[in-house]
Every structure is written in C-alpha cells, then in structure tokens.
C-alpha cells in the first residue's frame, strides 16, 4: 500500500517539475517530496526513550519494561528465526553477553516470529544467553519503527536510544562493541 501511496505521488510531483520551470521551485517540490514519503521515525538516538512496549518472557508472562532496567547498558535487537542475518547476530549477542553482562549490559532479543513454535525451534537450534521477549501483536517493533531485521537498538545507562543498527554484518561488530564498551563506561 505504502508502494502505491509513493508511487502515485512520484508522478503528481513529476507532473508539477514538469510544468515549473524555476529549478529553484524544482529542487524544493523534489525535497519536499522525499520528505514525505520517507517513514515517520518514532525515535531519534541520543536524547529519546524508548517506547514502553508489552513483550512477554517464553512463558507468555509479562515481561520486564526498559524503565526497570534504567542504569545499565540496554542491547535491543528485534528478529525472527526466518532471518538469514539474524542467525549470524546471535553469536554475537552471546559474546557480548559474556564479555559485558558482569559490567551492566543487557542483552535482550525480541522475536517476531507469527508463531512462537518457530521461535522456540530456532532457539532450540541456536541457544541463547541472553534475555528473550516476545512481541506477539507486532506493537512494540512498531513503536520502534523497526524497518529491517534484524534491527537493534543501544539504550544507554540514563534510559536514551544512543545507537540504531539495522541489519547484521560481522564487519560491524568491532564498532558496536566499542560503542557498548564506552556506555558502559559513563556515569549517570
């Protein structure tokens, strides 16, 4: 649906540029329309919360909020056991675990799988060891604004988005780690 919105609105802008002969007038009816037809970002890094969000814990219970788990280091990364990259980000999510849980990080995984009999296999086959929290109506990757699996988001002590990283390529880890490192290292 969102396609078709975009598309037709590339063509009534493309009608308007060419009946404006001002490239001044061109170039703003341009940006204005990029603009536009970008998605709303729910959160901005550095001076934004997270959105309270409804995840149960495997047992289908409620699961911890973001403001309980204020002055640590949050990593939040949505995915789903059809993820070619998210099996690769686990891994990496389980190191981090190790190398920084005892220093205040908390990992958290929030699936987003339709059924949570695939989550539960893919788990089976790849376990974790950190936090995993289930989103079963999709709200909270919403919230998010969650465009791209997996998607992950850095909280810092203080309770503000500081980092968000959609996608997983090894080639990256080095820096979020570096990253990790240094939230864990201010004060609040």
């Not at 007038?25 to 970002?41: D, Q």
């Not at 890094?45 to 788990?69: H, I, K, V, Y």
């Not at 997996?150 to 996608?167: A, E, L, N």
């Amino acid at each position: 649906m969102e396609i078709s919105i975009v598309y037709s609105g590339f063509k009534e802008i493309r009608s308007v540029l060419q009946t404006r002969r001002s490239p001044l007038i061109r170039c703003l009816l341009l940006i204005a329309f990029i603009l536009s037809a970008m998605p709303a970002v729910a959160h901005f890094e550095g001076d934004t919360p997270p959105p309270l969000c409804a995840l149960t814990d495997q047992d289908g219970m409620p699961a911890e909020d973001w403001e309980s788990m204020k002055g640590q280091v949050i990593y939040i990364d949505f995915w789903a056991s059809w993820c070619p990259p998210c099996i690769k980000s686990f891994p990496f999510m389980n190191q981090l675990t190790e190398d920084f849980q005892a220093r205040g990080l908390q990992v958290v995984g929030v699936n987003l799988d339709e059924k949570k009999s695939e989550a539960d296999a893919f788990l089976e086959q790849f376990p974790t060891q950190f936090t995993i929290m289930f989103d079963p109506d999709k709200s909270c990757a919403e919230d998010f604004n969650v465009i791209a699996m997996p998607s992950t988001y850095i909280i810092d002590k203080r309770g503000f988005v500081r980092h968000i990283h959609r996608g997983f390529r090894p080639g990256e880890t080095e820096a979020m780690r570096e990253l990790i490192e240094a939230l864990l290292e201010e004060t609040i």
